[in-house]
């Protein structure tokens, strides 16, 4: 399994781009979806990883729960290089609560630059544990210029997380490896995932169960609408599985709020398993989990973060023995752009008149201001980037934001011919993505969507460009 060196791989994508042997096409300014490409057979992989821990006194999810006060384990940053499909192809997952707008475009820009490629050809999602940094920069500027509050984010703490980031990454592409196959299995999750938004009989949000709920009454109630499935898709080398990718749609949080950094119940899983086979990258990605929470099954109480752990962990193992192997033929990256409409409820006048008022509590002050920073992108005309990563009839697609279930069930529903993997959480800009039925039914993730209700089209549309 000799590695390609990083210079031959560079110089064999730099002639394959001047020659169009890779068939690489340029992207259109708008991110349009571009046409497929063909792979030459030589898909190479190189995987990367790298420390995204926040230092002490670090603000967590946006700062309404408690800074970081000490490690009850490491936040990581994991990716994988794929090579050999046009210019160089970037999956990241990052162990933090949010990076939304100009944060999440630096980051993909980071990662491109030293994968020498486009900053529309890499995918960064996060994981969503909430005992971790929200990073968007243009958030941090207004929460700084109030005066008196805290900060979201420390400027000089995200700079080194993206300088590592470039690091690990042009260190891995010395260490790519050929891939031969592409390997796809599933798993049931067992008694991990419920629907947070329990309706009463009029239709409307009765209650919510979150990630953790004390009230046994409450944690009786139905499952509810779930996808049950962890999906894997995994990269080998002959017999070798040198990547796996693994995503399940739920909220990683067993409990939180107590400053302790962790990757929390998702992220121990994927380590445990990393544990295992020291030489495969395992990266694990949140699905569309933006309605979805552990609270059915959790109590909140700290012994069940190594049980849910375990639950995750006893997937990812049987959906790893579920695999099935093939020959990998075509590589092709797909992408469209995404920018919905606002809800007409948010004003940005009203927002600042928040932040500005010192008598309102911090998180009443501090949330509006990524509100307003989506209002001034959109005002901007800067769409979110959708991706998709086609392995022959597999789809690996990269949503944005905290999307509703009912996204990944619709996509499997309408590719029933294809192996569909599902990664919310990308660019947080544009926070819930709920479904249009949602809006009426009311609570809590409606209450904090920024995108008007006409949402679920806009999703549609552009998920439906990925494929085409
Ligand atoms: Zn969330």
Known sequence: MPPLSRRDLLAASAAGIASGAVGWTPQPATGDAALPEVATGEIHVASFRFDVTPPLGHGCCGNWIKPIVGYDDPLEAIGLVILGAGRPIVLCAVDWTGILNDAHVAWRGALAEAAGTSPDRVAVQVVHPHNAPMACLETARLVAGAGDLPPVLDPDFFARCLDAGRVAVRQALDRAVRVTHVGRGTARVIDVASNRRLLGPDGTVRTQRSSACA??????????????????????????????????????????????????????????????????????????????????????????????????????????????????????????????????????????????????????????????????????????????????????????????????????????????????????????????????????????????????????????????
């Open 215 to 468: 009230d046994e009454a409450i944690r009786a109630l139905p499952e509810g609408l779930v996808d049950p499935l962890l999906r894997t898709v995994a990269f080998y080398h002959g017999d070798e599985k040198i990547a796996a990718c693994h995503a399940y749609a739920c909220h990683p949080m067993s409990y939180y709020g107590d400053g302790r950094a962790s990757a929390d119940f998702c992220g121990l899983a994927r380590r445990r398993r990393q544990i295992d086979e020291p030489g495969c990258t395992h990266l694990y990605f949140s699905g569309c989990g933006g309605n979805i929470a552990a609270g059915k099954y959790n109590d909140g109480s700290r012994g069940m973060r190594p049980v849910l752990a375990g639950r995750m962990y006893d997937a990812i193992v049987a959906a790893d023995a579920a695999i099935e192997r093939r020959p990998v033929e075509r590589v092709s990256w797909t992408t469209a752009p995404f920018l919905p409409t606002p809800d007409a409820r948010w004003v940005e006048r009203d927002l600042l008149a928040a932040l500005a008022d010192p008598r309102q509590s911090l998180v009443a002050r501090t949330r509006p201001m990524y509100t307003v920073a989506w209002l001034r992108r959109v005002a901007r005309g800067e769409p979110v980037v959708l991706s998709a990563l086609h392995l022959d009839d597999i789809v690996m697609v990269h949503l944005p934001g905290e999307p509703f279930v009912e996204y990944q069930l619709r996509l499997q529903q309408d590719h029933a011919d294809r192996f569909v993997f599902t990664a919310g959480y990308g660019d947080g800009g544009p926070w819930y993505l709920p479904t249009t039925a949602a809006y009426p039914q009311g609570g809590y993730e409606v209450g904090v969507a920024w995108s008007g209700r006409g949402v679920e089209a806009e999703l549609h549309d552009g998920i439906a460009r990925l494929f085409a």
